[in-house]
């Protein structure tokens, strides 16, 4: 797949400190890009800078092969954004608001709006004032704003933030339905690891204002060994009976619990070679290294944590 969306060495500074730092990513059509990174990693600033909201210090940005300059803005109907917190004429309906941007954006498909109601989950509310919208609401009516004019891009600052698990799962599903149904390239940026996990096809990692890591979900998961962890009824001899035959990497983690990696046997060989050498092993699960595991390790430059 070609690249949708492409920065090189972009660099944002504010009073000389860079807040963005000399970051290349490489965004590939039809694709979902979680955007991860803690609180003040920079995601915000990058994304308005993919917007022209913000303009790089230095380096570049090119959208759809187009390279994008300070007067740029055509490009701009081909994406759909929400950025921080939604602002709506309060005193119109959703509909209403729906319409003004329509009008703002130059797109006369009024029919469509309907249909993007039904798509947000607001097709019984409509006509309700955005004033006595709820928070879940009120980033359903963003992202239908968003997605109103068939933009080919959505640009999507922490968009489940504040929201309850119900609101979170529902707007996670309409994400995943706007990318394989309708086609939209989707740049998600969150700090709620998992969520992102569920969801994207490719990672970028962001940290003080650096790309750390870019890297597609398929590769990272084939690389995240998994853990067997057993309770054993002598951990000293288990471990030492594991690494002598099997030269598996074990971790005593309590004084009935070991850990063990870096090994092709499965659970069932290990357990019945322990049995046979005189250990009881009460329990047996297979643990996968979660995202964020992986993203914490990242942060904290490398260093593994027990």
């Excluded at 990692?205 to 998961?221: A, F, N, T």
Aim: hydrophobic share 40%; proline share 3%; glycine share 6%.
């Amino acid at each position: 797949m070609k690249n949708i969306i492409e920065t090189q060495q972009l660099t944002k500074q504010f009073k000389l400190e860079s807040v963005i730092n000399q970051v290349s990513m490489n965004i590939k059509e039809g694709e979902i890009y979680g955007f991860l990174g803690p609180n003040g990693a920079g995601k915000t600033t990058l994304m308005k800078m993919l917007l022209n909201l913000v303009k790089p210090t230095s380096g570049k940005i090119f959208i759809q092969n187009q390279p994008i300059i300070p007067t740029s803005y055509e490009y701009l109907k081909n994406i759909g954004s929400l950025i921080e917190y939604p602002i709506f004429y309060e005193e119109l309906t959703a509909q209403e608001n729906l319409q003004m941007h329509c009008a703002y954006m130059g797109y006369k498909d009024q029919s469509h709006i309907k249909k993007v109601l039904d798509i947000v989950g607001l097709q019984q509310i409509e006509k309700k004032k955005v004033k006595k919208f709820s928070l879940g609401m009120r980033q359903r009516l963003a992202i239908g704003r968003a997605i109103v004019t068939k933009p080919k891009m959505l640009i999507l600052d922490e968009p489940i933030n504040g929201l309850d698990p119900i609101g979170i799962k529902e707007v996670r599903e309409l994400l995943v339905t706007l990318n394989q149904q309708y086609g939209m390239t989707i740049l998600i940026s969150s700090h709620i690891v998992s969520e992102i996990e569920s969801i994207a096809d490719t990672i970028g990692v962001l940290h003080q204002g650096e790309l750390m890591e870019e890297i597609s979900m398929h590769s990272l998961r084939d690389q995240q060994q998994s853990t067997i962890e057993m309770v054993v009824s002598d951990t000293n001899k288990a471990k030492r009976l594991l690494e002598e035959t099997f030269n598996a990497k074990v971790r005593v983690v309590n004084a009935r619990t070991l850990h063990i990696q870096q090994i092709n046997e499965k659970p069932s060989t290990l357990t019945k070679h322990l049995i046979m050498h005189g250990i009881d092993v009460e329990e047996v699960e297979t643990v996968q290294k979660s995202l964020e595991e992986y993203f914490v390790n990242r942060i904290n430059g490398g260093k593994q944590h027990a």
